[in-house]
């Protein structure tokens, strides 16, 4: 793939079919590990807009899942930590946004090259916990970035819960197996008219509503003693 990616990665132009090739790489990794994917969606996305994606982060499974799912190019903003890994690093720098969270600055050319990216189309995604949190904590405190973006721009927070991929793809070794991950869409959190003072509002909202449905699958599958490696059953809503 790199003599494609080398090209496609080369202006900004290419981005729409660069998310064509790599959709269709996460794919062939999810289905290939043998995962299948279940997904329900409360509003259906406009191919022609622009959306703040909000997945909660429980796994490496993640940013795979995200991808497969969405037609809408998504550029993500990441840690420019990861620049570091050999070969991934060298095209990632070139696809993301990376934000160094220790420098302000930093921080404030985010606004400046996602102005560039958000057109045509093209959305942003962002894991708000800005960390995968250990096994014990359902969903971690969320962060400002997110938010802040989605009312700079003007563009829908769009809440994702993936309710399987840390059970089905731990970071413990000896845990999880192929099975189904379920994906739930929730409708999006429009943020025309907001400003600046409502960012803790509008993350205390998202926050809210991604816990309350990741307890309740705590719940279910706890009192339906679901087994790790089990493919079939219904969403709990």
Not at 22 to 39: H, N, P
Not at 111 to 137: C, H, W
Request: aromatic share 14%.
């Amino acid at each position: 793939m790199i003599p494609f990616l080398l090209i496609l990665t080369s202006k900004d132009a290419y981005y729409p079919t660069f998310w064509k090739m790599i959709r269709i790489w996460a794919k062939m990794l999810i289905y290939g590990m043998g995962f299948r994917l279940r997904v329900m969606a409360d509003e259906v996305l406009d191919r022609d807009k622009s959306y703040m994606f909000c997945p909660n982060h429980s796994s490496m499974m993640d940013p795979f899942v995200l991808i497969a799912l969405s037609k809408n190019p998504i550029v993500f903003v990441g840690k420019q930590e990861f620049v570091r890994i050999p070969i991934f690093g060298f095209f990632y720098k070139r696809v993301v946004i990376m934000v160094d969270r220790s420098n302000p600055e930093s921080r404030k050319n985010v606004y400046e090259r996602a102005k560039k990216k958000l057109q045509d189309g093209t959305s942003m995604a962002i894991f708000p916990e800005g960390l995968v949190p250990t096994e014990n904590i359902v969903l971690a405190p969320f962060r400002n970035g997110a938010f802040s973006l989605a009312i700079e721009f003007e563009i829908p927070i769009v809440p994702q819960i993936y309710y399987d991929c840390k059970r089905l793809f731990s970071w413990d070794f000896f845990k999880g197996g192929p099975g189904m991950f379920r994906v739930h869409q929730y409708k999006f959190i429009e943020t025309k008219g907001f400003t600046k003072e409502d960012i803790p509002t509008l993350k205390q909202q998202t926050f809210e509503l991604m816990e309350a449905a990741l307890l309740e699958n705590h719940k279910y599958m706890k009192d339906t003693n679901r087994p790790n490696n089990e493919r079939e059953f219904k969403l709990p809503i």
